[in-house]
């Protein structure tokens, strides 16, 4: 008999007016700091894939879009990025009550429970997860009903509580894959408690067909992707392409993991990581509740089970910014944590004076995490996607061709274009989204407005690609580059220091100074520089972005800017860059470097037989005479760079 059921009504009414009450006000924090506007990476994605019921990324969400679309519609008074944040902040506040209810229904008292919910409501990646438009606080939600289910089913052995996990377990994998890991994890924990289960193959079927079930929602790729949507990933209208877009077929090749000294790597990393989420205390509380788990008959083995197969199907899966960038795909651990911490925390309190101060105390790490995530999280004045998705939009000439990737600008692009439906005369053209508007790319660079948003990796003879503001232009070799769009000198909140700036939108300020930069490079170097150095500074831990600046730099004959910017590319990945040719940073590391040196050594010669240079050393006429010579021997790229610091150098004088 649990501890809900064995309560008198009044006290029954009284634990749901309280578990009510806690989801409200985590619901409350959560909707105080909800994104108004759709956010960096999957956010608009997901959001057009609500919004014009269309397939987004794998493995397609099925459920989080049918859900997603009925809640927007309930909350139409709201627009759509502001009523999805606010649907994941209602699913994380209720995975949060659920944990509050798991630790009552296992005889805690108020004091662990409550402990328990609000160390995994205020940790970093849920609370991160919380107020934006993604799907794993969803993911969250089904993980604490699924084992609130399995607990159920433990005490009483009821089939109806093993069958309403099982079903849970497929509905949410049709939300979030990690559901069907736990799955897994919940067939070996409940044969494990009942190793008779083997024997009872009707109770085993009930749980298969529970899950297939469940399962449902995933009929809408192919149904959906036969009325052509906007937005349709991997066009699963087939049997292989529904396969490989449930699947993931095309994410594998990301992986992080090459060999076996890998899994040690990550396995410190998500160990510290249960460290960092909780506030220091999960694991240690962990490990007193697995000291006393046999002794009070608490289910330990479902949560370890679960933690194993998170931590597993990550280490197989995961590419390096999944498994060390961000902890959102490790959310599900956090949760067993903080069901297991529970535990931990009744087993002290038992052994501590039962005064009020101490409960107090107990509950001090939540709310520490609080105090912590309060201003981190708070998405509300957050435009910085938006802002520079309609930069974009808004100075595009009418009827433009706008080729885009790179899930950070696209995703935001299509959220705008095709979604909320602004600029429809633009034909947005979604590169590597499988069978999504692809259509043909010939065009005449004379008269067609075709736009990129990254320099393409095409080979066209005679076909250059001419910077103008945040995108390029196609144009022939040898013709006059095109202005530039107008872009304004920042984006929208990039100075506010109560816009948090997470990993990916650092990136997007990185990128869109970058893009400055490179626009200025030819016309206006110093001014050029200034860009390159703020994109390097708002981005610090971009590879791909101090690879791309280590080429600039090349190109442009600055080779002691080109070494520094290769190392720092080097320093945060020493792997392959995310890109086609898949190059390594530490490649050119040797290469700018041998380079200088053979530079230095040319100079040295040209120099000592001109008889010296003007001017002292550094300053432009030291800089231009270099040049003089370095041209003379054919050394173009080498001139260009001491051209380039003659002009740093005489700005440097003027602003004196």
């Known amino acids: 008999m649990t501890a809900a059921s064995a309560a008198p009504p009044a006290e029954g009414r009284r634990e749901r007016v309280a578990v009510a009450a806690l989801v409200v006000a985590i619901f409350a924090v959560y909707a105080w700091g909800a994104c108004r506007t759709v956010y960096v990476g999957d956010s608009g994605d997901l959001a057009t894939a609500v919004a014009v019921l269309g397939i987004p990324h794998p493995s397609g969400y099925p459920l989080y879009v049918i859900a997603g679309w009925l809640w927007s519609h309930a909350l139409f008074f709201l627009s759509l990025p502001l009523a999805l944040s606010l649907f994941s902040a209602a699913a994380a506040a209720g995975a ?19 402990f328990s919910a609000l160390l995994f409501a205020f940790g970093p990646s849920l609370w991160g997860e919380a107020n934006i438009q993604r799907v794993y606080a969803l993911n969250a939600l089904f ?58 193959p009707l109770r085993l079927l009930a749980c298969a067909g529970a899950v297939l079930i469940g399962l449902a929602p995933y009929l809408y790729l192919p149904l959906r992707a036969r009325a052509n949507p906007l937005l349709a990933w991997g066009d699963p209208r087939s049997a292989g392409n529904l396969a490989r877009v449930i699947l993931r077929e095309d994410f594998w090749g990301r992986r992080f993991l090459e060999g076996p000294a890998d899994l040690g790597i990550i396995l410190r990393d998500y160990a510290r990581s249960l460290l960092t989420e909780t506030a220091w205390v999960g694991p240690p509380l962990v490990v007193l509740a697995l000291v006393f788990a046999r002794r009070r008959k608490w289910p330990w083995l479902l949560p370890v089970l679960a933690m194993a197969g998170n931590f597993a199907s990550m280490a197989l899966h995961g590419s390096r910014s999944d498994l060390f960038i961000w902890h959102r795909y490790y959310v599900p651990s956090y949760l067993m944590v903080a069901v297991m911490a529970a535990w931990g925390c009744a087993a002290a309190l038992e052994r501590l004076p039962r005064r009020v101060f101490v409960r107090a105390i107990v509950l001090l790490p939540p709310f520490a995490l609080l105090a912590a995530g309060f201003g981190r ?52 053209i979604l590169e590597g989204v499988g069978g999504a508007r692809l259509g043909s790319l010939a065009f005449n660079p004379d008269h067609d407005p075709v736009f990129v948003t990254h320099y393409p990796n095409w080979k066209v003879p005679g076909l250059e690609m001419a910077p103008v503001g945040l995108l390029f232009r196609p144009v022939r070799a040898g013709r006059a580059w095109p202005p530039s769009l107008p872009v304004p000198e920042r984006l929208a909140g990039e100075d506010d220091p109560h816009v948090p700036r997470d990993y990916l939108t650092q990136n997007l300020i990185g990128n869109f100074h970058y893009m400055r930069g490179v626009t200025l490079e030819r016309g206006d170097w110093p001014a050029a520089r200034r860009e390159l150095t703020l994109a390097a500074e708002a981005s610090p831990d971009n590879d791909v972005l101090f690879y791309n600046l280590g080429l600039i730099f090349s190109r442009d004959g600055l080779y002691a800017d080109a070494l520094a910017a290769f190392r720092r590319s080097a320093e945060i990945n020493p792997r392959e860059i995310a890109s086609l040719s898949k190059p390594r940073a530490a490649d050119r590391v040797r290469e700018v470097a041998a380079e200088i040196d053979r530079l230095e050594k040319l100079e040295e010669r040209l120099v000592a037989g001109a008889g010296g240079v003007p001017g002292p050393a550094g ?27 003659a002009e740093e150098a005489e700005q440097r004088g003027r602003s004196r």
């Open 96 to 114: 949060c009550g659920l944990l509050y209810q798991i630790a009552r229904e296992e005889a805690l008292g108020k004091t662990p429970a409550l």
């Open 619 to 645: 300053s432009a006429e030291d800089h231009r005479r270099r040049a003089a010579l370095l041209a003379g021997q054919g050394e173009t790229a080498a001139a260009r760079g001491h051209l380039l610091l």
């Open 143 to 200: 993980v604490a009903a699924a084992t609130l289910f399995a607990f159920r089913w433990r005490r009483g052995r009821r089939l109806a509580d093993l069958a309403a996990a099982s079903f849970l377990c497929g509905l949410g994998a049709a939300n979030h894959l990690y559901m069907a890991v736990f799955g897994l994890a919940l067939g070996v924990f409940a044969v494990a408690t009942e190793p008779a289960l083997v024997r009872r």
């Open 377 to 428: 999280f708070d998405r509300s004045r957050y435009r910085v996607a938006e802002d520079y998705a309609q930069i974009i939009l808004r100075t595009l000439p009418p009827g433009s061709h706008l080729i885009a990737a790179d899930d950070n600008i696209l995703f935001g692009l299509m959220y705008l274009n095709l979604g909320a439906g602004e600029r429809p005369d633009v034909d947005l």
